[in-house]
C-alpha cells in the first residue's frame, strides 16, 4: 500500500544517497543531530473536547490521549478563520486569513507563500504532505519531497488520490486507513536514507458526511447521544446573522441537511476512532524504528465544530465549539509528560513554532508565536486575546462575514455587512455556553468601547488592509 511511482522512488533515492536535496538552486543548511523530526497531525471538523483527554465522556481516544500523556496538552487553543482552506492556510504559512489571501474555501493559496514545508526542504530536511490539502493550487504543486493527496474533500471509501506527480487513481478501502499506509512507507525510507523529515499528515475526518470505516459502523448504536443544553434555544437576543445561519439540525434550509441527531453523532465519533487507530499505527512505527525520542508529533484539527449547540452542526460563527482545537505535543527531548499549558494557542503559532524546533528563522512577516517557550515552562510575555474574522458569504451555510476579539472572559463579534452592524457580547466567566447577548445593556457600554478598540488595535498589528476602507 505504500508504493511510490519507480520515477519517483528512483529521484528521491538519488538524491538521499547524495545526502542533498536540490531546490531551486538555494543552499542547504548542515543539519545538527538534535533537529527532530516533524509529524504534524491534522483532522478535520474535529471540536476540542472530541478527545477522552478533555473529559469526553464517551469516546475514547487512547493513541492521541498519549501524545497528550507523554508530552504536552493545550486546554485553550483556538483558530482565527473558522472554515477549512483558510485554516490550513493559516497553519501552513502562521499568517490570519487576511494576509495568505485565503478567506473563502474556493479561494487560491498563492504559490508565492512559501510553507513551513517548503521552507524546512531548504534546510535540509525531507518534506512530505499525505492527505486533505483543500487549497488551490494543489499540495503536489509545491515544491516536496512526497505528495499523497486527493483534490477538494476526497471520498471516505475508495478514494481518487495521487502520487507525486502521477495520475489520478482510485485506491480500495477506507481513506484514513490507506493514508496511514503512505505515511508509515515515507517514514520508513527516510529513515532508511537516514534523513530528518517534516511531514503533514492531514485527514479527511470527520468532514460532514461521515462513512466510518467497515469495522466501525457499530460503535455507539447502542447509546442516545444527550443533546447539549442550548439544542432547543429560540435565538433570543441573538443577532439575524446567527438567527438565519443555514446550519441547523433538523431545519428546512437548504444547507441544514442534518436530520437525524444520533446518526449524526454516532457517524462523527465513528470515524474518529478510525483516526485515533491510524495515530497509533505511526506513534508505533516511530518505536519500532526507534526514532520517537527525536520526533515532534502535534495532533491537532483544521477547525472546531458545532455538535447541537444553538440547534447547529458545521461551525464558521465566533461561538466557542466553533472557533477552539484539540491541540496535542510530544517531543520526548524537550517536552515534559504531562505539561499542560492554558495560555492562549493560536493555528497562527504552528508554523512558527515548528520552524523553532527545526532551528529555522522565523519569517518577520509571520503573525504567530513559536509555543516553544510555554512548552519548555520559559517565563514569558504572551498574549492575553486573539483576533478573529470569517469572510464566505454568500454560500454555505450562508453564515454572515464576522470579525471580534476574544479574552480570558469577554467576547466581542462584529457582523458588519448588514446595512446596520449588528454585534455580540458575551461574559464567558458568567455565561460559558453563550446564551445571553449582553450588547446593547448599557452596564456593559464599557467593556464594549475596550473590546471594539482593541478589535481595531489587533487589526492593525496584523495589517488588515481592510482597515483602509472602513
Known amino acids: 500500500m505504500d508504493k511510490m511511482s519507480r520515477r519517483d522512488f528512483t529521484r528521491l533515492g538519488a538524491t538521499l544517497a547524495l545526502g542533498t536535496l536540490a531546490s531551486g538552486g538555494r543552499a542547504r543548511a548542515e543539519l545538527s543531530q538534535d533537529r527532530p523530526n516533524v509529524i504534524f497531525f491534522m483532522s478535520d471538523d474535529q471540536r476540542w473536547d472530541s478527545l477522552s483527554c478533555a473529559g469526553n465522556p464517551f469516546f475514547k481516544t487512547p493513541n492521541i490521549d498519549r501524545i497528550a500523556n507523554e508530552g504536552a496538552y493545550f486546554s485553550n487553543c483556538f483558530v482565527t478563520n473558522s472554515l477549512c482552506g483558510p485554516s490550513r492556510a493559516t497553519c501552513l504559512t502562521g499568517k490570519y486569513s487576511h494576509n495568505t489571501g485565503v478567506r473563502f474555501n474556493e479561494g487560491t493559496f498563492p504559490l508565492e507563500e512559501t510553507t513551513f514545508l517548503e521552507r524546512?526542504?531548504?534546510?535540509?530536511?525531507?518534506?512530505?504532505?499525505?492527505?486533505?490539502?483543500?487549497?488551490k493550487p494543489w499540495g503536489r504543486d509545491r515544491n516536496l519531497d512526497y505528495y499523497f493527496g486527493f483534490r477538494g474533500q476526497g471520498e471516505y471509501v475508495d478514494p481518487l488520490i495521487r502520487e507525486n506527480d502521477g495520475p489520478e487513481k482510485k485506491y480500495e478501502g477506507w481513506v484514513e486507513d490507506i493514508l496511514a499506509d503512505h505515511t508509515m512507507g515515507f517514514i520508513r525510507r527516510a529513515k532508511e536514507a537516514g534523513k530528518p523529515f517534516m511531514l503533514c499528515h492531514w485527514f479527511k475526518t470527520p468532514h460532514q458526511g461521515c462513512v466510518p470505516a467497515r469495522r466501525h459502523g457499530n460503535l455507539y448504536s447502542d447509546i442516545d447521544f444527550p443533546k447539549p443544553p442550548t439544542f432547543n434555544t429560540n435565538y433570543q437576543g441573538k443577532p439575524r446573522a446567527v438567527r438565519e445561519a443555514d446550519m441547523k439540525i433538523g431545519g428546512k434550509g437548504e444547507y441544514s441537511y442534518v436530520q437525524d441527531w444520533n446518526k449524526f453523532v454516532r457517524d462523527y465519533y465513528r470515524v474518529l476512532t478510525g483516526v485515533d487507530e491510524n495515530v497509533g499505527r505511526i506513534l508505533d512505527l516511530l518505536d519500532e524504528l526507534g526514532i520517537a525520542e527525536n520526533t515532534l508529533v502535534i495532533y491537532t484539527s483544521d477547525n472546531g465544530y458545532f455538535l447541537g449547540e444553538h440547534g447547529f452542526f458545521d461551525k464558521r460563527l465566533m461561538y466557542e465549539p466553533s472557533l477552539r482545537l484539540p491541540l496535542v505535543m510530544r517531543y520526548p527531548r524537550a517536552i515534559?509528560?504531562?505539561?499542560?499549558?492554558?495560555?492562549?494557542?493560536?493555528?497562527?503559532?504552528?508554523?512558527p513554532t515548528l520552524l523553532d524546533f527545526a532551528g529555522m528563522p522565523v519569517p518577520k512577516e509571520v503573525d504567530g508565536k513559536s509555543l516553544r517557550p510555554l512548552?519548555?515552562?520559559?517565563?514569558?510575555?504572551?498574549?492575553?486575546?486573539?483576533?478573529?474574522?470569517?469572510?464566505?458569504?454568500?454560500?454555505?451555510?450562508?453564515?454572515r462575514p464576522n470579525k471580534g476579539v476574544r479574552d480570558k472572559r469577554w467576547k466581542y463579534i462584529e457582523y458588519y455587512d448588514f446595512p446596520d452592524h449588528e454585534f455580540e457580547l458575551y461574559d464567558l466567566q458568567n455565561d460559558p455556553l453563550e446564551e445571553h447577548n449582553l450588547y446593547g445593556d448599557t452596564k456593559y457600554a464599557g467593556e464594549v468601547e475596550r473590546l471594539k478598540q482593541r478589535l481595531v488595535d489587533l487589526r492593525i498589528e496584523s495589517g488588515d488592509p481592510d482597515l483602509k476602507f472602513e
Do not use: C
Request: overall charge negative; glycine content about 10%; cysteine-free.
Open 120 to 135: 524546512a526542504r531548504d534546510h535540509g530536511y525531507l518534506s512530505a504532505f499525505v492527505g486533505k490539502w483543500h487549497n
Open 375 to 399: 512548552l519548555g515552562g520559559q517565563p514569558v510575555e504572551w498574549r492575553e486575546d486573539f483576533l478573529y474574522e470569517y469572510y464566505e458569504y454568500p454560500g454555505w451555510h450562508m453564515v
Open 336 to 351: 515534559k509528560p504531562g505539561t499542560r499549558i492554558e495560555r492562549f494557542a493560536l493555528n497562527i503559532d504552528f508554523m
